[in-house]
């Protein structure tokens, strides 16, 4: 957890910056706008969300599951929890 509080400034303003994206797409929805430049919308959002999902699972990756010193158990569990966060992302 450590490493998302060292960075939680920058966490929350970028959560901020895709709430502003979403909130482009309902006004477009909401216009009526032409469904190319919603889709493109839609599309920079879900780009937006993948890259903050990568960048939080390596920071999980590097502090729990590969760091030095860490408990064996500490470190399975983070990777159990790693493998179900995979999966419900792949769904």
């Known amino acids: 957890m450590a490493h998302l ?11 901020r910056r895709i709430r502003g994206q979403l909130d482009a797409v309902e006004r477009s929805l909401s216009d009526e ?6 889709l493109q ?3 920079s959002s879900r780009g937006a969300l993948n890259g903050l999902m990568a960048d939080l699972l390596e920071g999980h990756i590097r502090y729990h599951v ?3 010193g860490a408990d064996p158990r500490s ?6 929890q790693l493998v179900a966060l995979v999966r419900a992302h792949m769904k």
């Open 5 to 15: 509080i060292r960075d939680k400034r920058a966490l929350v303003a970028r959560v």
């Open 33 to 38: 706008a032409d469904c190319a430049d919603t």
């Open 41 to 43: 919308l839609i599309a």
């Open 66 to 68: 590969v760091s030095d």
């Open 75 to 80: 470190q399975a569990w983070a990777v159990d």
